[in-house]
T-cell receptor, first 110, second 118 residues
Framework: GEDVEQSLFLSVREGDSSVINCTYTDSSSTYLYWYKQEPGAGLQLLTYIFSNMDMKQDQRLTVLLNKKDKHLSLRIADTQTGDSAIYFCAFRDNFNKFYFGSGTKLNVKP | DTAVSQTPKYLVTQMGNDKSIKCEQNLGHDTMYWYKQDSKKFLKIMFSYNNKELIINETVPNRFSPKSPDKAHLNLHINSLELGDSAVYFC?????????????????FGEGSRLTVL
């Protein structure tokens, strides 16, 4: 199985960049995801990256994948108060099983 | 148009009672899941069904029994509720075969059902 670790909290000021990190143990996952969970809501897919990519950019979001170090990160540029939420990294293995990190609670101060 | 819908959203009940949570997806997905999210926000897989067949059954007390009448529905029945069952339960679905027309195979989540056992 996959062990996935994330730091639990991150606090930034509005307008700064946020970087949320995730480390994992099993490198067989083909699909890697970032989910966002707002208070009282379900998880929504934010972005994803395939394992054969190193980087993916989508507007304010940049995903970096370092396969050698088994490290996945999500950078949010120009962080807004509406970005305050819990962010989960997730992996799908070749048996269609999903593994989630513990979630990083992002707090954006005005 | 809600893709994955689950009911009820909130459930408050006494210890020892039996309760059910229902889930439906209109995405035409092959696979459905139940996840439990505890107070620390950890997400734990409980069950997974593919085309009405149980494929993942994690270490969950047998008081929890999933039922899938068809591939669009996956219900969760819990007998003899205990205090430790208090959590948010999420239903999710995914397309099993990632290929043409299915780009990413991600999980689609419902809004969650918050169960409080008193």
């Amino acid at each position: 199985g996959e062990d996935v670790e994330q730091s639990l909290f991150l606090s930034v000021r509005e307008g700064d960049s946020s970087v949320i990190n995730c480390t994992y143990t099993d490198s067989s996952s083909t699909y890697l995801y970032w989910y966002k969970q707002e208070p009282g809501a379900g998880l929504q897919l934010l972005t994803y990256i395939f394992s054969n990519m190193d980087m993916k950019q989508d507007q304010r979001l940049t995903v970096l994948l370092n396969k050698k170090d088994k490290h996945l990160s999500l950078r949010i540029a120009d962080t807004q108060t509406g970005d305050s939420a819990i962010y989960f990294c997730a992996f799908r293995d070749n048996f269609n099983k999903f593994y989630f990190g513990s979630g990083t609670k992002l707090n954006v101060k005005p | 148009d809600t893709a994955v819908s689950q009911t009820p959203k909130y459930l408050v009940t006494q210890m020892g009672n039996d309760k059910s949570i229902k889930c439906e997806q209109n995405l035409g997905h092959d696979t459905m899941y139940w996840y439990k999210q505890d107070s620390k926000k950890f997400l734990k897989i409980m069950f997974s069904y593919n085309n009405k067949e149980l494929i993942i059954n994690e270490t969950v007390p047998n008081r929890f029994s999933p039922k899938s009448p068809d591939k669009a529905h996956l219900n969760l029945h819990i007998n003899s509720l205990e205090l430790g069952d208090s959590a948010v339960y999420f239903c999710a679905s995914s397309q099993d075969r990632v290929g043409a027309g299915v780009r990413t195979g991600e999980l689609f989540f419902g809004e969650g059902s918050r169960l409080t056992v008193l």
